[in-house]
């Protein structure tokens, strides 16, 4: 079984990983960058990863 790995960027900074998602059929969360403390609402919808500040 492949396990598969993606990386969130943050949109507002240079944070690169915001956070490691393993895999996700469908789910949103908002999560504060701990580096610009902007709240970034992420939505994933069969491994695609949607990133935009609130
Ligand atoms: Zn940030």
Redesign the pocket.
């Known amino acids: 079984m492949k396990i598969i790995g993606t990386k969130v960027k943050?949109?507002?900074?240079?944070?690169k990983r915001?956070m490691d998602m393993i895999s996700a059929e469908k789910a949103e969360l908002v999560i504060k960058?701990?580096?610009?403390?902007?709240i970034?609402h992420l939505s994933f919808n069969k491994n695609k990863i949607k990133a935009k500040a609130v």
């Open positions: 943050c949109p507002m900074c240079k944070n915001l960058c701990p580096i610009c403390k902007n970034i």
